[in-house]
């Protein structure tokens, strides 16, 4: 197909809105394209020339395609910028300055002698995005000059609008799938299965084009082909879970952290976003992990990769693994926040495709494959048929940092559903998120020895809240967060003197410290909110049968209260008062 068919085509479709319409113009430019171009077809239509995953990207940046338009048409750096600033849009500054420069050459013999089809236009393209090392810059704004020098009309608007990364003719992956369907006469669900299970369009058009259903059919989960990611439904309440899942249902705490699709082959691991991006160098941490963790030569697992605080292992809030997001960062990043890989579900193992077998199954091939470690683990829980038991579950998943549970179903003849939101996997979040607007005073009651490099030192405290009602100090979170190294060494030695070898018998307390003070030292503390938990005792049975008060995310303010006596922090009281206030906001 010559490229000015191409463009033809990709204007007609640019004038409908309707999809329908546009599906019918894909499917005809389908049928009229040879085999080998439905590929390179495919992908320049989603304005790629690969699937995501590989990171290759064209995308160069406004400033270099207006050095390539200018060195294409004789036209001035600052000619270009000039029509871009009044166009708005490089594809059509380009293909103006062509029409001009035909025009005053009137020769059209030097530049169309010999008119290009999609795939030697495809493979110019591709030759830009390979093109790295030193002098990139400029051999990518040569070669994008030639190609400009060579196309003319609507071809050098579209292909200009393709190297910038953006085709602007806003067709979605359905609609090409929708129309591959009609072109090559095939299922239209197994043309998706494949894409959902290959993240390739490029490669499952090929093959239709090629082989046809039977070639589709033939297409396997594979290691290093990232899947897509099967997603949940949101329900309201642990009612309408039960009802949505026949009354029984297996819950799993839901983390907030990083989704990961983890995929070993050739004895090395690569990692893929829940957008299907290839995210292996931000965790090298996580690499190591599976590497050591899972034994198997090959296989995919899912999980989500959260942020620990290395003294406690405790989960810390999603944004410190943004971080690990540039690259000069991911060493820091590293040492401060490690992160531990939170598994739940598998989808191949040693040649085996687990994503048809049911959850129960899956769940148990984890567990069989998978040695838990500081940085390696399963996702926690629990099947239950009883609201009351899933709402402790939830009140649990919240205080340990998480962001709610994920229920998941056990019927089975439902499995990995890749690509697909549904019932199967339903989210129940906390409805409400607010910041502690007040610090909070509180009292050391424990401390607890940190892990790592700091093993054997205090890496973080037990600290209550002082109920006037008993005089006793009702714990409320674990704090081990915001020390800074001088704090970390002269915090232990002045609690020292209040180090006692049992539980003080004012301190109420259902975790066991690893060492006991005496309730004298107050601890100012930031936190995120105010959560119910039953493993902290302040306000116990107060405002939910079962349930205390915990902060999520505390964090220490650098500053040890010694103007405040310990019954002078803040009260159990103060805490009920703070946590409905808390509410009332939300429901305003
Ligand atoms: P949401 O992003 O709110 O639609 O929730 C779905 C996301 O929760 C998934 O994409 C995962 O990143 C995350 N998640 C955390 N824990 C789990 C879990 N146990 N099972 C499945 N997804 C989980």
Request: aromatic fraction near 8%; charged fraction near 30%.
């Amino acid at each position: 197909m010559k490229i000015s068919e191409f463009a033809t085509f990709l204007e007609e479709i640019d004038k409908r809105s309707g999809r329908i319409e546009i599906t019918q113009l894909l499917t005809e430019m389908f049928r009229r394209a040879q085999k080998n171009e439905v590929k390179p077809i495919s992908y320049m239509l989603l304005g790629k020339v690969a699937p995501d995953f590989e990171g290759l990207e064209l995308g160069l940046g406004d400033k270099m395609i207006m050095k390539a338009i200018a060195l294409a048409t004789g036209a001035s750096l600052e000619k270009v910028k000039e029509l871009y600033d009044s166009l708005g849009d490089l594809g059509l500054v380009a293909e103006k300055l062509r029409e001009k420069r035909a025009a005053t050459l009137l020769d059209f013999t030097t530049t169309k002698t010999q008119e290009r089809d999609v795939v030697s236009v495809f493979n110019e393209l591709l030759k830009i995005a390979n093109t790295s090392g030193e002098g990139a810059q400029d051999t990518k704004i040569k070669l994008l000059a030639k190609l400009i020098s060579e196309l003319n009309g609507a071809e050098v608007r579209y292909v200009v609008r393709m190297a910038s990364g953006d085709i602007r003719i806003g067709v979605a992956d359905q609609t090409i799938i929708d129309a591959l369907a009609a072109a090559f006469s095939a299922n239209e669900e197994l043309v998706e299965r494949a894409y959902n299970i290959t993240s390739d369009l490029g490669f499952v058009a090929e093959v239709l084009a090629i082989s046809g259903e039977e070639g589709l059919k033939q297409i396997k989960v594979q290691p290093g082909r990232p899947l897509k990611p099967m997603l949940a439904e949101r329900a309201q309440s642990l009612q309408e879970i039960f009802e949505k899942m026949g009354g029984k249902a297996a819950f799993e705490y839901k983390y907030d952290g990083e989704r990961v699709q983890a995929h070993k082959y050739d004895s090395r691991v690569e990692l893929f976003s829940r957008r299907i991006e290839r995210i292996t160098s931000h965790y090298p941490d996580v690499v190591e992990a599976l590497l050591k963790g899972i034994s198997a030569q090959s296989f995919i697992v899912e999980g989500e990769i959260v942020a620990v605080e290395p003294e406690t292992g405790e989960m810390m809030p999603f944004q410190e693994l943004m971080h690990r997001r540039r690259k000069y960062d991911v060493e820091e990043a590293l040492q401060k926040y490690p992160a531990k890989t939170m598994l739940f579900d598998v989808l191949y193992v040693d040649g085996v495709d687990y994503t048809s077998k049911p959850y129960l199954e899956r769940r148990k091939k984890l567990e069989e494959i998978v040695q838990e470690s500081d940085s390696l683990a399963l996702s926690t829980m629990m099947i239950t048929q009883e609201v009351g038991e899933a709402q402790r579950f939830f009140d649990e998943a919240i205080s340990a940092g998480c962001e709610g549970i994920m229920a998941k179903t056990l019927d089975p003849a439902v499995g990995y559903r890749a690509g697909n939101r549904g019932w199967a996997w339903i989210k129940y979040k906390r409805d409400y998120k607010s910041e502690l607007t007040d610090t909070l005073d509180l009292v050391v009651v424990g401390g607890f020895y940190g892990r790592g490099k700091r093993a054997g030192k205090i890496g973080g405290y037990l600290l209550a809240a002082y109920n006037p009602s008993n005089g006793s100090f009702d714990t409320v979170c674990k704090v081990a967060t915001g020390f800074s190294d001088e704090d970390l060494v002269e915090i232990p030695k002045m609690l020292e003197q209040y180090r006692i070898p049992q539980k003080h018998p004012s301190v109420n307390s259902k975790l066991n410290a690893d060492v006991w003070y005496k309730p004298v030292v107050v601890m100012e503390i930031v936190g995120a909110e105010l959560t119910l938990s039953p493993t902290h005792t302040a306000a116990f049975s107060k405002i939910r049968e079962g349930s205390g008060l915990a902060v999520r995310f505390p964090r220490f303010t650098g500053r040890i209260r010694s103007d405040k006596s310990a019954t002078e922090a803040t009260t159990v009281d103060e805490l009920v008062e703070m946590y409905k206030s808390q509410l009332k906001k939300v429901q305003e």
